[in-house]
């Protein structure tokens, strides 16, 4: 199957900085990748969808000045968790979706703890 | 509001039974249904795809899809205890992939 990399796979950061998280599709060209977030023995709550070339589109109560999306090419793309906060320390896993595709793709996630 | 709705479980099944997991979604226009695996502190693993009426059978796996319904259901057969872990339920339309809160499965040896 496709495979979608996604890093760091952890990362510690103090509360008010600023972490990065990359997307990337190293197979196939993903028009459309999402965003989620997922907290201890819960499911998945999608936080964005974000199309290349185009702003993404976030979910209703999701932030989009906290959690900058950007996806500059059909296989990058990252999330931006700016000023983090010890309530945004989750696993955060993006999917992607092949172009002409309805199947999306995970990458391994991200842990993040803001301590 | 587009929802899946899974029952959370747990679900116990002893190793070599069936186990049969269900998934209502609200979203009639729904166009792809998937059924994922999460082991615990894992990402999702895709494990069937359903895109039409009926039964899709893939290894002890089957998936069943009754739009009329809303309804889509995974059977594992011959459940094994490496199958443990929490399924989770997706409904994909124009570019919205939704999840279900999914259901935790224990396959008891």
């Known amino acids: 199957g496709a495979v979608v990399s996604q890093h760091p796979s952890w990362v510690i950061c103090k509360s008010g900085t600023s972490v990065k998280i990359e997307c990337r599709s190293l197979d196939f060209q993903a028009t459309t990748m999402f965003w989620y977030r997922q907290f201890p023995k819960q499911s998945l709550m999608l936080m964005a969808t974000?199309?290349?070339?185009?702003?993404?589109?976030?979910e209703q109560g999701v932030e989009k000045d906290k959690f900058l999306i950007n996806h500059a090419s059909l296989t990058l793309s990252t999330l931006t968790v700016t000023s983090a906060h010890p309530e945004d320390s989750s696993f955060y896993i993006c999917?992607?979706?092949?172009?002409?595709?309805?199947?999306?793709?995970f990458g391994q996630g991200t842990r993040l703890t803001v301590v | 509001q587009k929802e899946v709705e899974q029952n959370s479980g747990p679900l116990s099944v002893p190793e070599g039974a069936i186990a049969s997991l269900n998934c209502t979604y609200s979203d009639r226009v729904s166009q792809s249904f998937f059924w994922y695996r999460q082991y615990s502190g894992k990402s999702p693993e895709l494990i069937m795809s359903i895109y039409s009426n009926g039964d899709k059978e893939d290894g002890r796996f089957t998936a069943q899809l009754n739009k009329a319904s809303q309804y889509v259901s995974l059977l594992i057969r011959d459940s094994q205890p490496s199958d443990s872990a929490t399924y989770l339920c997706?409904?994909?339309?124009?570019?919205?992939?939704?999840f279900g809160a999914g259901t935790r499965l224990t396959v008891k040896p």
């Open positions: 974000s199309n290349e070339g185009s702003k993404a589109t976030y």
């Open positions: 999917s992607a979706s092949l172009v002409g595709g309805t199947e999306a793709f």
């Open positions: 997706a409904v994909y339309n124009n570019n919205d992939m939704r």
